[in-house]
């Protein structure tokens, strides 16, 4: 009789709020953007729009996490 092999998942939070490009980058959103936008300026807010990539101490435990990204 066969062992079952535990098959990784896709984490779907991660997923959600993360993207790999093509190069292997790992692409998020950044925070702030959300609420209390009276008070922020133009170019505050229209730099919060833009991504921005995962530092690479984090690039691990989400690639982990996104089993199929890659």
């Given amino acids: 009789?066969?062992?079952k092999v535990a098959r990784?998942?896709?984490n779907k939070?991660?997923?959600k709020r993360f993207k790999?490009?093509?190069s292997g980058k790992?692409?998020?959103h950044k925070t702030?953007?959300?609420h209390l936008l009276s008070c922020k300026s133009?170019?505050?807010k229209r730099n919060l729009s833009r991504t921005t990539t995962v530092e690479s101490g984090?690039?691990?435990h989400i690639v982990e996490l996104l089993p199929f990204s890659h």
């Fill in 32 to 34: 702030g953007r959300r």
């Fill in 1 to 3: 009789m066969r062992k």
């Fill in 20 to 22: 790999v490009t093509g």
């Fill in 26 to 28: 790992i692409v998020r």
């Fill in 58 to 60: 984090l690039k691990g």
């Fill in 13 to 15: 939070a991660v997923a």
């Fill in 8 to 10: 990784s998942k896709t």
């Fill in 42 to 44: 133009r170019k505050r």
